[in-house]
T-cell receptor, first 114, second 112 residues
Framework: GQNIDQPTEMTATEGAIVQINCTYQ??????LFWYQQHAGEAPTFLSY????GLEEKGRFSSFLSRSKGYSYLLLKELQMKDSASYLC???????????????FGTGTQLKVEL | ETGVTQTPRHLVMGMTNKKSLKCEQH?????MYWYKQSAKKPLELMFV???????ENNSVPSRFSPECPNSSHLFLHLHTLQPEDSALYLC???????????FGPGTRLTVT
C-alpha cells in the first residue's frame, strides 16, 4: 500500500521562509508532485521531482531524496496569498491497467501571518 | 473556454435519485480522472481513464459509474447514493498519466 505523511498545520510570518515536509512509503514510486489548494478551490500544480535533488521555480522549490522517502516544499518571501493547503502526491505505476496514478497526502494547511 | 470545467458546481440529491456529473477538458489531454475530496481526508482517486480506456478503478462502489465517450469528456453517473457520499468531486486531466494533472473546480455533492 501507500503511506504519505505531512504535518497537518503550519504557521509562518509574511516575508519569511517555510519548509513543508513529506515522507512516503510506497511501491512502484516514479515521481513526487506538490499542489496548492486554496479553500473552496481546485488544487493547482506547483512542482515535480523524479530524480534526487532540488527543483527551483521562482519562490517555490521542491527537494526529493528517494533513498529516504522524503521530500520538502520550500516557500520563500512568504505572502499572505500563500495561505493555503499544500498537498504532497506520489506517482506510482498502475499494475493492472498500465499507466500511472497519484496518491495524495492529507495536505498541510499553511497560515501566513503579518 | 479553457482548462477543465465541471457541471454542475453544486448538487443536492436524495438517496433514490439518479444524477450525472460532467467534466470537460479543453487542453487536448489524453488522460482524465475522478477524485473524491472529503473533509479531513486525503484526496481520494476513484477512476483513471487513458485514451478513453479505464485503467484504474480504485475499489469504488458500483453506485458510481464512470463514462468516457471521448478524450475531452468524462461523466460520473450516480445512483442510490448514501449520505456518506457527500463530498467534493474533482475531475482532472493530464497529457498522459505520466504528466502533471490539471483540476476542474469540482462539484459539491450533498446526499440527503
Amino acid at each position: 500500500g501507500q503511506n504519505i505523511d505531512q504535518p497537518t498545520e503550519m504557521t509562518a510570518t509574511e516575508g519569511a521562509i517555510v519548509q513543508i515536509n513529506c515522507t512516503y512509503q510506497t511501491s512502484g514510486f516514479n515521481g513526487l508532485f506538490w499542489y496548492q489548494q486554496h479553500a473552496g478551490e481546485a488544487p493547482t500544480f506547483l512542482s515535480y521531482n523524479v530524480l534526487d535533488g532540488l527543483e527551483e521555480k521562482g519562490r517555490f522549490s521542491s527537494f526529493l531524496s528517494r533513498s529516504k522517502g522524503y521530500s520538502y516544499l520550500l516557500l520563500k518571501e512568504l505572502q499572505m496569498k500563500d495561505s493555503a493547503s499544500y498537498l504532497c502526491a506520489v506517482r506510482v505505476n498502475i499494475l493492472t491497467g498500465g499507466g500511472n496514478k497519484l496518491t495524495f497526502g492529507t495536505g498541510t494547511q499553511l497560515k501566513v501571518e503579518l | 473556454e479553457t482548462g477543465v470545467t465541471q457541471t454542475p458546481r453544486h448538487l443536492v440529491m436524495g438517496m433514490t435519485n439518479k444524477k450525472s456529473l460532467k467534466c470537460e477538458q479543453h487542453l487536448g489531454h489524453n488522460a482524465m480522472y475522478w477524485y473524491k475530496q472529503s473533509a479531513k481526508k486525503p484526496l481520494e482517486l476513484m477512476f483513471v481513464y487513458s485514451l478513453e480506456e479505464r485503467v484504474e478503478n480504485n475499489s469504488v462502489p458500483s453506485r458510481f459509474s464512470p463514462e468516457c465517450p471521448n478524450s475531452s469528456h468524462l461523466f460520473l453517473h450516480l445512483h442510490t447514493l448514501q449520505p456518506e457520499d457527500s463530498a467534493l468531486y474533482l475531475c482532472a486531466s493530464s497529457q498522459t498519466t505520466f504528466h502533471e494533472q490539471y483540476f476542474g473546480p469540482g462539484t459539491r455533492l450533498t446526499v440527503t
